[in-house]
Structures are given as structure tokens and as C-alpha cells.
């Protein structure tokens, strides 16, 4: 069955040092999203993907995040410098194409990044 | 804008009890609603939709779903729960305008006790 792969599952990190992680969608599909998961909270959508073309990234922290889809299959998403406040799970999610409603969205297993 | 909140964080229920997770929006446009569960350490599964026709949506392992448009309520039932339906369950929303975009609200925690 086709899933999304992410890596690392794991990840600790001292505060100011860079991170990244990786995602690769379900073949095919050609939308791509970076979510970020607060502990106790619901998933909130960092940066929206359509092939190699950023849709939305307007919630993505841009002075310290980036994110590239560069050939429009995998994607990564870096963080630089790592701030205590980014300790989250790291969710990505893909689609056959842009939302449109009832387009489903296939999660990987995420990140969990620690902050030290 | 768009917004969803799930009245409550826990719910602990005894195994073969009914069990309702409650979930209301608000948009001012047409929405398209969902059910994602979250098992530990996993990403979100897609429970059930609601996109159009029927209000009451179903899932293949027995939750069901009613979408109430006066209310602006997507209440997720289930007649008898399991244990290993424990999990986080999330209702998200999908607007039909200009925000595009799936939000999710903050989680209800099931958690079934023998």
C-alpha cells in the first residue's frame, strides 16, 4: 500500500543548530503540505506545495524555516537556527492534486523534534 | 475565516459504551467536514467526510458522523467503542472560498477502559 515516507522519525536538537527533515509523497501525487503539531493541539499547515510550487506558505516563519519541493516529488523542510518553541511533530501530507474539498490528504508518520 | 473547536480534550469510556465527540465550526461559506484519528507516534488516518448529500456519513469500522448545518455541528458516534479504538480523534474543515486550506480543531483523546 502506498504511503508517505518521512525521515527522521526522531529528532533532538540543541537550540540555535539547523535541522531538516524529509518527505517523500505517494507517487503521483502532485500536492504536497508541511504541517506543524503543537503537543495537544491540531495540526497547523506550514507550507503548501502544487508539484515544485509553493500554493500558500503564508504561515511558515519564514526568518527561520524553508521549505523546497525542488523537482516536484520530494520535499524537505529545514529549520535554521532551532528555537525551543519548535518542538513539535512535524506532519507532511500528500494529495493527487490541489485540495478541492473532498480531495483526501494521506499523512506520513511525522517528526517528533525536540528542542534542547 | 475558518475555525473548529472540539469541545472536549478527554473522554474516557468504558469498552463497549456509546460514545459521542462532539465538534462545531464556524465559516461564513460552505464546508466540507472530516474525522481524522491519530494513533501514538503516528500520522492522521482519515476517519469519514461529509462533502455533500447524505448527512450521515459512515465509517467501515462502525463510527458515523451527522453534519447539522443549523447547528454547524460534525458530532462522531459510535454505538459501542473497542479498546483499541483509543486514539486522538480530529475533526478538521475544509472551506470552499478563499482560504483553501484543511484546519484542524485541537483534539478530543478517547480513551476506552476495560
Known amino acids: 500500500e502506498a504511503e508517505v515516507a518521512q525521515s527522521p522519525r526522531y529528532k533532538i536538537t540543541e537550540k540555535s543548530q539547523a535541522v531538516a527533515f524529509w518527505c517523500d509523497p505517494i507517487?503521483?501525487?502532485?500536492?504536497l503540505y508541511w504541517y506543524r503539531q503543537i503537543l495537544g493541539q491540531g495540526p497547523e499547515l506550514l507550507v503548501q506545495?502544487?508539484?515544485?510550487?509553493?500554493?500558500?506558505d503564508s504561515q511558515l516563519p519564514k526568518d527561520r524555516f524553508s521549505a523546497e519541493r525542488l523537482k516536484g516529488v520530494d520535499s524537505t523542510l529545514k529549520i535554521q537556527p532551532a528555537e525551543l518553541g519548535d518542538s513539535a511533530m512535524y506532519l507532511c501530507?500528500?494529495?493527487?492534486?490541489?485540495?478541492?474539498?473532498?480531495?483526501?490528504?494521506?499523512f506520513g508518520p511525522g517528526t517528533r523534534l525536540t528542542v534542547l | 475565516a475558518q475555525s473548529v473547536t472540539q469541545l472536549d480534550s478527554q473522554v474516557p469510556v468504558f469498552e463497549e459504551a456509546p460514545v459521542e465527540l462532539r465538534c462545531n465550526y464556524s465559516?461564513?461559506?460552505?464546508?466540507?467536514l472530516f474525522w481524522y484519528v491519530q494513533y501514538p507516534n503516528q500520522g492522521l488516518q482519515l476517519l469519514l467526510k461529509?462533502?455533500?448529500?447524505?448527512?450521515l456519513v459512515k465509517s467501515i469500522n462502525g463510527f458515523e458522523a451527522e453534519f447539522n448545518k443549523s447547528q454547524t455541528s460534525f458530532h462522531l458516534r459510535k454505538p459501542s467503542v473497542h479498546i483499541s479504538d483509543t486514539a486522538e480523534y480530529f475533526c478538521?474543515?475544509?472551506?470552499?472560498?478563499?482560504?483553501?486550506?484543511?484546519?484542524f480543531g485541537s483534539g478530543t483523546q478517547l480513551t476506552v477502559l476495560p
Open positions: 507517487s503521483g501525487h502532485a500536492t
Open positions: 501530507a500528500s494529495s493527487f492534486r490541489l485540495a478541492g474539498g473532498g480531495n483526501e490528504q494521506f
Open positions: 506545495f502544487q508539484d515544485e510550487s509553493v500554493v500558500d
Open positions: 461529509y462533502l455533500s448529500g447524505s448527512t
Open positions: 465559516s461564513s461559506v460552505s464546508v466540507y
Open positions: 478538521a474543515v475544509f472551506e470552499s472560498g478563499s482560504a483553501r486550506q484543511l484546519t
